[in-house]
């Protein structure tokens, strides 16, 4: 075998090992994090099928790692989320933010909870990533689940 063709076999079956190593849906898809159930995507279940050819631990990670993030799941199909979008005066303080989210919510708020992430983002799709690598789902974090969900 000449020393090329050994170099990429060795790079090839190195790749493969790492992609199965950190979970093919976790590195393809790093959106679906945080999905509970759903539907098995056939391509990140096969891709990591392709693991268990190289020794069954890489397999086995690779599948452990997707479902305990929940990448293995095809999308739920919401494609959006009850997020109220609106633009804040320049100079807005934390006591003038929590007073607004509560006339919002209906409920007190307050930003001072270690729980709670305050982050600037440039568009709604921004924001609903955000929400979306959170770990919870939409629907049930933001609230507007209809009576027969979640």
Do not use: W
């Amino acid at each position: 075998m000449t020393p090329a063709l050994r170099r990429g076999l060795t790079g090839l079956l190195l790749g493969v090992s790492i992609t199965a190593l950190v979970g093919c849906g976790t590195v393809f898809h790093p959106e679906r994090k945080g999905q509970v159930s759903g539907r098995i995507d056939p391509v990140v279940a096969i891709a990591n099928g392709v693991g268990l050819l190289f020794f069954i631990v890489p397999g086995v990670v690779a599948y452990a790692v997707d479902f305990s993030n929940g990448t293995i799941y095809l999308p739920s199909g919401h494609t959006s989320a009850g997020v109220d979008a609106m633009r804040l005066e320049e100079g807005m303080d934390v006591a003038s933010l929590e007073r607004l989210l509560s006339e919002k919510t209906g409920k007190a708020v307050s930003l001072d909870s270690e729980l709670m992430r305050v982050e600037e983002v440039a568009s709604l799709d921004e924001a609903l990533a955000l929400v979306r690598m959170a770990g919870i789902d939409d629907e049930v974090r933001l609230g507007t689940a209809t009576d027969g969900e979640a």
